[in-house]
């Protein structure tokens, strides 16, 4: 069964300090590993994307990891904002049938406090 | 530039009732088009999508259907609503095409509850 799994559940870190999200997948067949970030009572919005050939992958302050054998990736944001409060998701996507399926894990909540 | 819309922004509905959501998208032509649903604390789960007019592939089982009447126009229907369809529901777009390197985009979504 195709399921992306993340942890932990939640987090709080204080404004500045470094966090890491992690993300194990078992999508078969698998194209590509993205990192969506949502705001509450929004759509998520994209922040890193990365093929199983890459290993990382930076956008700023957020930092993905891939490792492909393993199937495990990471999110690293480092200096830490208030505006990082967010969920956090782990997306992996399947080809299907013209297109292609995106399998979505449960997130990780994570709030930045002053 | 290209815009996805959802509507209506908010529902409340009483079980049994039915159900009609609208999501259209402006700006491109023959999108992918898709329909989630998130669940309270929950992730996003893909109920429906699409990649072209009246063609809808289900992937959950359950008492909602999705339609395509037209080249931008995602539509999800319930004849009737139970308790657990109560979510926020999500719909997005990405530019057709077999490579994977297209974004989804997603739109502000609609906040169902169902009394």
């Known amino acids: 069964k195709n399921q992306v799994e993340q942890s932990p559940q939640s987090l709080i870190i204080l404004e500045g300090k470094n966090c890491t999200l992690q993300?194990?997948?078992?999508?078969?067949?698998?194209?590509?590993l993205r990192w969506y970030k949502q705001d509450t009572g929004r759509g998520p919005v994209s922040l890193t994307i990365?093929?199983?050939?890459?290993n990382t992958k930076s956008n700023g302050r957020y930092t993905a990891t891939l490792d492909a054998d393993t199937k495990q990736s990471s999110l690293h944001i480092t200096a830490s904002q208030l505006s990082d409060s967010a969920s956090y998701i782990c997306?992996?996507?399947?080809?299907?049938?013209?297109?292609?399926?995106?399998?979505f894990g449960t997130g990780t909540r994570l709030k930045v406090l002053a | 530039s290209q815009t996805i819309h959802q509507w209506p922004a908010t529902l409340v509905q009483p079980v049994g009732s039915p159900l009609s959501l609208e999501c259209t998208v402006e700006?491109?032509?023959?999108?992918?088009l898709y329909w989630y649903r998130q669940a309270a604390g929950r992730g996003l789960q893909l109920l429906f999508y699409?990649?072209?007019?009246?063609?809808i592939s289900s992937e959950v089982p359950q008492n909602l259907s999705a339609s395509r009447p037209q080249d931008r126009q995602f539509i999800l229907s319930s004849k009737k609503l139970l308790l657990s369809d109560s979510g926020f529901y999500l719909c997005?777009?990405?530019?057709?095409?077999?490579?994977?390197?297209?974004?989804?985009?997603f739109g502000p979504g609609t906040r169902l509850t169902v009394t």
């Open positions: 990365m093929t199983f050939s890459e």
């Open positions: 700006g491109t032509s023959n999108p992918n």
């Open positions: 993300c194990n997948y078992t999508v078969s067949p698998f194209s590509n």
């Open positions: 699409s990649v072209g007019i009246g063609q």
């Open positions: 997306v992996v996507s399947a080809p299907t049938s013209g297109t292609y399926k995106y399998i």
């Open positions: 997005a777009w990405r530019w057709e095409g077999r490579t994977d390197s297209y974004e989804q985009y």
